[in-house]
Structures are given as structure tokens and as C-alpha cells.
């Protein structure tokens, strides 16, 4: 039997989490309200669009899928405060004008033809941008010190996946011929332009940014 | 995308056809019907059960009246999710400029986790579509079958949110309440735990429904009696609405009964219940009035 009191070391020897991170608290609740804001656009859009489109099997994703980054946004709104934020209200918001401008052109389609239209906006650029910007902020914050928010994305992530594969699929069986492939690369194009400028759901450095404009305060000794 | 969105212009597929209130209960293979008295009905009473000689056919029918209404209901929760911002979000500039309001307005801020409770609502209802397309299937049932009564997704298009909550969560979701309940006593009665099992499940979502929209109210309109006065009323416009032609009341003549118990867990007083009751019988009566004055016309034209 192994001696109880024997010293052990404070880490497993499998358990390789490192104490830097490239996020303070600020940064981190700035990026947290910018994931909020736009996580509610996202479930007004998918909700408000359900009575829109024609396509039973669209119409009963779309419902599914507002609920989903609902809970997205509530678990950020529930983020914020632990990270000394106590009204919540004052960092939800959108990481630049140029987001917002992309939010308006992605909810601008309306018509029952247009279900391609709102699906690449959704499925092919908002949600892969959330993929990227939720995967760097998991992977280059402290894995100790913001584990609470690393938790949280690994949930968000799941779902984001799913939803993402979903809305591919249904975007595939709905493009049959040439034209539409057109429209909506066409409509892809124009969201992806303004999305280049808005620099990702949470500004430039959504993804990264160059080592002169890391945020200060930060201890960058992970992956930048 | 709109800020409101007009009930003429919602989305379906071709297999869809949109009918009036009146229109819809004109039609002779509605779940009320007016049929002498026959074998294996007791007298006197029009309850959906197994023993009615047209139970296949009302519950088809009344099978596709839950599919059509929960679309809308999922439509109505989702517009509500859209249709009003949260306080402190003024970045929707172009609806503002489309309805004609200041850059920023928000006076029609409704609390966050309302909308996170209209989301949520929006995926059960995805969920009751889902299930009811297959009991309409199980049912030999077909999309389309029947025409599509589109009140439900009216009075979701109110411009105030709490009209919505009265006419949707407490009015409609709670006539959900009553139908459920009583599909569920006929899958009991048939013997179908298909049937059974899925009811009781889209019942327990209801009730939390109209739990949302009882809370809700209260709270909206915690200091504010005039609105909560209006919105209740709106509530008994729906209400006696959708018990036009007597088909939901404590009477055994109609095919749905009141499901008093599961509206108190839902947070309906007492008086409240009461008071719907009292429209449902009132409703019914209407009818059979209505059918007497039909039928004696009838009987002078033959004797003529």
C-alpha cells in the first residue's frame, strides 16, 4: 500500500497545463462581451428567420438552433461578472462597427427564396469565424488561471461543431444547380469581405495578431 | 430582416393550405362534429375517446392541428427573440431606420432572460414539431391533410411583448395544456403508449411554457396595472377565441376537456380557471343554439 503522506508532486506527470496565458482578466472579459454580443445577434437572427423559411426541416433547425447560442450567450452573460465585470450590459458589445455592419448584411435576406442566403451567412461565415475565435482564446489563454472560460468554450465548441455540420448539410441539399453554387459563393464572398474588417467576432486579433500588439499585462509564455 | 412580421406572409411548403377560424371549423372532418348519437358513443357526450365512430379521423385531424400549431408557436418564439432588444443593444440600425424609430431606440427592450426563455421555448416547439409529424405519420396521417388555421402565429404579432406572453404563453400554450391532455387520455384509451408516452412528454414542456408566461407577465407588469390589465384581456380575447364552437370545455359534449390541475401547476389561479371555464361553456352553448335554430330552419323547409 502506497504511503499516504509521501510527498507527491503538485501536477500529475500527465497533466501538462501551463500557468502563462496570453489574456488578463480585461482582455479576457472585453473578448467575453464581444462573444456575448454577437452569440445574441446569432439566436435573434436564427430565431427571428424561422418563420421566414419555407423548408420544415430548415424552419425546425433554425429553432434548434437559436436555443443553442441563447445558452451560448447566457453562459458569457454569467462569465462576465467573474471576471469583474458586475454589469454585464457594459462589455456586451460588438467588437467594432464594422461587426455590426456584417451582423446587418447577414440578416438582410427575408424572402422564402432566399434560405440559401441565410444559411451561408450563418453556416459558412459566422459560425466558422466563432470556431476560429473561440479556438484561439481556448488554446493561448492560461490554462490554470481562465480555466472557468476554457470550460466554456469547450461546451460552446461542441455545440458550434454540430450546428456548423448541420447547417453544411442542409446548405448542400438545397444547392442543386449551377446558379446556386454562384449565389451563394457570391453571398460568402460579400460576408467574408466584411468580416475581414470587422478582424473576427472579437476584432483584430481574433485569431492572433502580430507580437508588437500583444495585449499588455499578458504573460505570453504560450503560443502567440 | 423586418422588425414585425405579417401573418400572410409566412413561409410553407406547397403541401400547406391557410385557412380562416371559420373556415377550419366549417370543415366536416373537424374534431367537433355535430353526429346523431351512435353506437359506441355515450349519450350526450362528444369527448374525443377511442369509441366515437369517427375517433380515427378527429384525431387525425386533431393530430395535425398540434403539428400546424406548434410550426407557429415556434414561429411566434422566434420572432420574439428578434422582435425586441435587450436593454443597453442599440446596434440595429437598419431596423431602426425600416420602422421609422430614432438610431438606438429602446423602448422595446424586453429583459434578456425572457428572450433566453423565448429561445428556449423556440427549440421545444422544434421538438413538438418533430414529434407530432411522427405521430401524424404513426396516425396515417399526411402533411397538408388538413387546412392550416393560422391564429395561433396572430396573436404572436403583437407589438407589445407582454400582449405576447398573455395570448401565446397563457392563452394558446394553455388550450395546448387541454389538448395534450386529452390525447393523452385517448392514447390511454386506445391503447397506443406511443401516443401516450409522447403526449405526456409535450405536455410537461407545455406547462413550463405557460409557467414562463405567467411569471413573466407578473413580473413585466409588476408596476404597471394598466398593461397587465390589457394583456389579460388580450388573454380573454384568445381565450374565448379559441373556444369558439365549444370545443374545449368541462362538458363532456365537447371533444376537449379542461385540464384543471396541470393550468394550476402552470400558475393559473383558480378564478382564472373559473373564468376560462365559463367562456368554454358559454362558447358551447353559442353552438348548440346555433345548430337548434340551423336544424328548425331545416325541419319548416322540409314541412314546407
Known sequence: VADPYKPRAPFAPWDRRELPGLFDVEESARRVGNYKWAEMRLFEALGGWVATVPELDVKMRLGTHCYKHAWHAELWHKRLPELREMNPDRLTQPANDALVRFVEAMTEPEGPDQTIEKLVGVYRVYIPHFIAAYTFHRNNTSQITDAPTIRTINFILQDEFDDWRDGEMLLQSLIETNDEVDRAAAHQARLEKLMIEAGGIAGPGSIGMPAANKPNGALAGGAA | ?304
Not at chain 2, 400572410?8 to 355535430?34: G, I, K, W, Y
Request: charged share 30%; glycine share 8%; net charge negative.
Open chain 2, 1 to 304: 430582416m423586418r422588425k414585425y412580421f405579417p401573418v400572410d406572409e409566412l413561409a410553407r411548403d406547397q403541401r400547406f393550405n391557410q385557412v380562416t377560424m371559420r373556415d377550419r371549423m366549417a370543415d366536416p372532418r373537424s374534431v367537433l362534429s355535430d353526429r346523431p348519437e351512435s353506437a359506441g358513443a355515450r349519450r350526450g357526450s362528444n369527448r374525443l375517446v377511442p369509441s366515437r365512430p369517427d375517433a380515427s379521423g378527429a384525431a387525425r385531424a386533431l393530430m395535425h392541428g398540434i403539428f400546424v400549431g406548434e410550426i407557429q408557436a415556434l414561429e411566434g418564439a422566434g420572432r420574439t427573440c428578434h422582435d425586441f432588444r435587450t436593454a443597453g443593444d442599440s446596434a440595429r440600425r437598419d431596423q431602426d431606420e425600416s420602422a421609422g424609430l430614432p438610431p438606438g431606440d429602446i423602448s422595446d427592450a424586453i429583459p434578456f432572460a425572457l428572450k433566453l426563455d423565448m429561445a428556449r421555448q423556440a427549440w421545444d416547439e422544434a421538438r413538438h414539431v418533430e414529434i407530432s409529424v411522427k405521430l401524424s405519420d404513426w396516425m396515417g396521417g399526411e402533411i397538408g391533410e388538413f387546412a392550416e388555421n393560422t391564429v395561433l402565429f396572430q396573436a404572436a404579432c403583437s407589438t407589445d411583448p407582454v400582449l405576447r406572453l398573455a395570448g401565446v404563453n397563457r392563452a394558446l400554450e394553455g388550450l395546448a395544456i387541454d389538448v395534450f391532455t386529452t390525447m393523452k387520455e385517448f392514447g390511454d384509451l386506445a391503447g397506443d403508449p406511443f401516443l401516450e408516452f409522447c403526449e405526456d412528454w409535450m405536455l410537461a414542456d407545455e406547462v413550463t411554457h405557460v409557467k414562463m408566461g405567467s411569471d413573466w407577465l407578473r413580473r413585466v407588469t409588476e408596476n404597471d396595472p394598466d398593461r397587465r390589465k390589457a394583456a389579460l384581456e388580450f388573454q380573454a380575447v384568445v381565450d374565448k377565441l379559441f373556444s369558439y364552437g365549444g370545443t374545449r370545455s368541462d362538458s363532456q359534449e365537447s371533444p376537449i376537456g379542461l385540464a384543471r390541475r396541470f393550468r394550476e401547476l402552470a400558475g393559473f389561479t383558480d378564478a382564472e380557471v373559473e373564468g376560462i371555464a365559463e367562456v368554454s361553456l358559454a362558447a358551447l352553448n353559442e353552438r348548440k343554439a346555433s345548430v337548434a335554430k340551423m336544424q328548425a330552419a331545416a325541419q319548416q323547409f322540409t314541412d314546407a
